[in-house]
């Protein structure tokens, strides 16, 4: 029934490599089956002006996509002169998603920037980026602790996310391309690794949805993200 | 146990003025508590290039707010030269939430823009400017109807808006700024008449939520986008 | 003979509401007939950095006008990324308007920022703001004068404007929409409450005009201030 | 009493020299004393979008300073990425003046671009931009009309501007940079060489000026107005 | 000597990836040592309008840096809203480069765009991105081909690029960035595989260099570009 | 065989006018045959922020056009909100040629601002507008030294600039602009007085250029810059 002839529950191939940038405090190259996310943690001492002198961290985000990430070129938006409002809202969720699993006192007054560029769109750019994401911010996090720049450990939790949507009147999970500009609901779900949400964000596009739908997409997110935070921790803690 | 003395699943008062910019094809001047956002409707003929000879409608939305709507002054988006994210969030929304109740192929090739713009702000403001935007538009399509420029009903049903969070433990609906600023989670409903979900973001500040959490929400958010709706009603049908 | 039937010398009705942003150190909702514009004043503690360090404060103005205020929609400024010239010049004027009636050095470093915003636009749309900002401006005044932080009296007088025009080759005071948009001349006079020029700009849109009917325009402008500083008077002073 | 030695109703030594920019349709060098502006007319055929299909021409002014015009440098524009208020202000009042001198069905559809570059900037930029940009326009007319591209006659008139001022007590002509920096009320007025209006804007800088003074300054330019008329007919038809 | 241990006519290690972006008509990672860089030519049938009704093609080219390509942050151009100086530079001489070896009129009105976005940046990254750049654009050209919307064949030679310095006195081949940021003279050499120059960029940042000096530079520029094209050819014709 | 009727080793007629801006530290109007570009040199004391505390002075560049120095009209840059690629990458030009010549210690920290306006266009603006940028420069330079602000001699040499290109066969010295648009490689040189080289472009429009031509045009190159360098001796050293 899926264009992929995947099932369902069924979530694309996922890999997370680390280290990919090896400039960075913090890199990992995350893909959801072709869609290909480059990922760097930047850390910085310091914070910005408006958050200094309260002893508190910051996690920031950025969000960008080479121009034939796409199957037509899109735009590239330094030659535009601005973010588009979707790259807009995109960072800043990878950002909030971020911050809710860090403790801001045990990071110290150090930032961290998560850079999320995508080098193959096939759907699922956000929920991959906050995937991979997680994976550079506990890199770059070590870093830290090993120079001794944090308090105590930031990290309170993993975070992971996926999508979920109802293509063609059945709910199915991590929606790619081809079921993404087709589905009727599309909903996002960032969650710990200890399954509570973060963030979740769910949309009509043409036929507004019921609360039972709602509920078997969350049961689809909750599995999904189980599978990431497994992934997650293999990447992190190899054998 | 609320700043304002509310009981937990108790709005603000809320009311909706109609035709209070008279220039525009429909208007209404909605308030949420001291929260006052002024929407317009303006109807223009033709769509968009990129959505031409299709022979369907389109409905979008601009969202700003007056420098002093806030207790310190916001500096202004045209004199920066750009609008922030958060604003292309929350416009993003509204123009959302508008076309998921607008039948375009009724609507035919006409543009309805809803501005929506915040004369005071104190929690809430997207959920007041869909609330009121969808009156705004209700009263467009009227217009047009009236000059026999749709094809059959372009309104499908109706949609509103409210905001819910969990305060000092506590879920809650609808809340004010004092409530918003303090709150662990906060998610907003968009909803229809009919009571099925257009859109739903849910966001933890800082204590990630669960499941269980969310279900209060959910239900907290249905009885109140019910009252809405009968505010909705009784304002584009006056006794 | 005027669209509006009124006598050549016969203002619209003038009303100015204070205090209608409650959030604001001074407000006014100032109508020239149907123009409408909400009038807020911002007391900052401090002044820009290129006037610090002298003891002088420092007033000054931005305007905006809501999309629909127009009979057709305007484009939001902050949407197109710029300012228009003619936005900068009206806010440039009503900052100079302000500053001619402050005493800079009882005022000391504060700033006050006057946002003029037109929610409906029917002709004199600078010229309410100026005698609308007087009001809000005098207001934020008294706030900082209840806290006790400028030296003696700020203010030096009042400050109202009004604009004349010769229509259909007769000279009219306070021009509308529909007079303005056809006026052959368009003079702008903005005078101080003891009847002294602060500003005074006339334009030719088609037909020069000579110093008879300048000076013609000049009287009936007099007449027109008296009676916008009385309203300021009663405005200020309530019964 | 005038810092240069000048009568308070001397202006500065003024010379217009045409076809100073040989690509150009028609081009002005022009010098009040040592402000100098290097205008340049071009001549499009056809007109902005907005106008067409009328039979109507348009005529319009661009204002720039170079850089180091002024004695400490001033910013570039270009650099900085936009225009400033002031600069906008200037170009509107520049193209406003030009308008007004020409008959637009005799122009027809074609375009005159004023561009006005301060070499040097001695006070009074925008008054010897109108006075040059007048004779750069009636050069670029007759080269409109010797190719037989006009309906008759376009100009109507002739144009010249000047300013005046209260210095130190004593209204006097043709403000230098020493007097407008210092001068109590600046006015601006620019006339046609047959003595009527076409803009007149008066400030006060500081006091608050009465209407026996605006009569003096309005002598005063008169009397200046009719010496640049003479030296725009001189450098137009050289014996 | 070098750094890096490099003999001075010694180029790093190069690798030439061809259809790394499987959604471009062409597409190559190359790496010069740790430079590395992604482009992808994309065609659009049709050029620019400035172009148009020639029967002649297009070739233009974009270069950007992932924030995190270099060792410390460098800003993201999309969100400080412009392209540095730097940027726009080397993206025209890509573009001037890929055109000198393309037929115009063989290429019909078509465009390809080249995107060069840096992964990692270790010195040379416009050199690499030339010498990869072509590798995509033949494979663009290929493609079109294939689909017979050519008129002949557009490609009329190969083209590479490669820098030379002269390092603490030595010249040298294929600068890294510990030498490119300590060289007195750097200089970029663009040729095309029969030997001929296309660019020649030569800059001393402190001494000025001698005619014999770049002699000598040139001299390993042709040996290295002949490696380069050596290369070029065994990545297009494998083996 | 040139169209101007010179020999191919013949430079236009060049003049060198210092002092032509009164307010300026240092300035030049610089002509190659009609190129006309006014030089200003401007003396700030300190350095930009990245180049404090270091004792070393910075010299820098800024280049424009006035809008009808072209045949047809050029758009205002000011006007457009940006600097174009090709003004970017002169004034980078300008800027890298000055300071090769200076002594950054001996100048201490100052910083000197070249800004380089274009009256007329007619080829070699670039080499035209160096040219002249190093007189005003030295002249910069002496007001510095005759205020004691230096430490020793900042100028070690002095710096010209020309073109070359091989026009329909021919290589040529000097391109003016019907040479310039039809050559099929073209080639500035910057060079000091004492004949070594600062800068080198060339570039090959259509036809890739064989190292022997280059030869001829470094030949050509030497030559145009004695005379030049000879000029702008006898320019600040008149008899």
Known sequence: MRPSGRQPNQMRAVTLERGIAPKAEGSCLVCFGSTRVLVTATVEQGVP?????????????????????????????AAQGKQSGRTQEIQRLIGRSMRAVVDMAALGENQIILDCDVLEADGGTRTASITGAYVALADA????????????????????????????????????????????????????????FVEIQGTAEQTPFSRAELETLMALAEAGIGELTALQKAALNPA
């Open 49 to 77: 002006s408006w958050r200094r002198g309260q002893g508190l961290g910051w996690v920031t985000a950025e969000y960008g996509m080479l121009p034939r990430a796409t199957d037509t070129r899109t735009r590239r938006e």
């Open 141 to 196: 996090i070590t870093w830290l602790k090993a120079r001794g720049l944090t308090k105590g450990e930031p990290l309170r939790d993993s975070v992971a996310a996926v999508s979920c949507g109802i293509f063609r009147g059945t709910p199915v999970l991590d929606l790619d391309y081809p079921e993404d500009s087709e589905a009727d609901t599309d909903a996002n779900f960032v969650m710990t690794g200890s399954g509570r």
